[in-house]
């Protein structure tokens, strides 16, 4: 299974987005878990993304999305983190405070909407939503 990173996996987002894994400096590959099911779990998620991008009708700039287990171990993610589904992704949208847009997102109810969670962490350089498999909460502490 070898993908296009330069393809598009939604309106907006490209297989390189989904799948960089920044701290390694290369591409996730199969030999690191990528599968048909976490490639169709990230183009899911892509598409409630989309619709988080045009509602700030701004560019959203992605941290990370998917982490194999051994990445997100080393750079300290939860141990049932959904971004080893390929179901979660860390971003800021460009020109704006990360707590304004939590706040926006939480407000709008846009977590509802899209049937996502967003993290809790103020102050933070990024904001977290997924598509967690289980949602008991819409915002969470990490």
Same mark, same amino acid.
């Given at each position: 299974?070898? $993908?296009?990173?330069?393809?598009?996996?939604?309106?907006?987002?490209?297989?390189?987005? !989904?799948? *960089?894994?920044?701290?390694?400096? %290369?591409?996730?590959?199969?030999?690191?878990?990528?599968? &048909?099911? +976490?490639?169709?779990?990230?183009?899911?998620?892509?598409?409630?993304?989309?619709? +988080?991008?045009?509602?700030? &009708?701004?560019?959203?700039?992605?941290?990370? *999305?998917?982490?194999?287990?051994?990445? =997100?171990?080393? +750079?300290?993610?939860?141990?049932?983190?959904?971004?080893?589904?390929? $179901?979660?992704?860390?971003?800021?949208?460009?020109? !704006? =405070?990360?707590?304004?847009? %939590?706040?926006?997102?939480?407000?709008?109810?846009? !977590?509802?909407? !899209?049937?996502?969670?967003?993290?809790?962490?103020?102050?933070?350089?990024?904001?977290?939503?997924?598509?967690?498999?289980?949602?008991?909460? %819409?915002?969470?502490?990490?």
């Amino acid at each position: 299974m070898e $993908l296009d990173y330069k393809a598009k996996a939604s309106k907006y987002f490209t297989f390189h987005e !989904l799948f *960089w894994l920044p701290k390694w400096n %290369r591409y996730a590959t199969k030999e690191d878990g990528i599968n &048909q099911t +976490i490639i169709t779990n990230a183009i899911m998620h892509a598409k409630k993304m989309d619709v +988080i991008r045009e509602w700030f &009708q701004r560019p959203i700039n992605i941290h990370c *999305w998917y982490r194999p287990e051994e990445y =997100n171990k080393q +750079i300290g993610g939860a141990s049932k983190s959904s971004h080893i589904k390929g $179901l979660a992704c860390d971003f800021h949208v460009g020109g !704006l =405070n990360c707590d304004d847009v %939590r706040k926006n997102i939480v407000d709008n109810k846009l !977590l509802e909407k !899209l049937d996502l969670r967003c993290e809790d962490l103020p102050e933070s350089g990024w904001v977290h939503l997924d598509s967690a498999s289980v949602i008991t909460k %819409r915002f969470f502490k990490p």
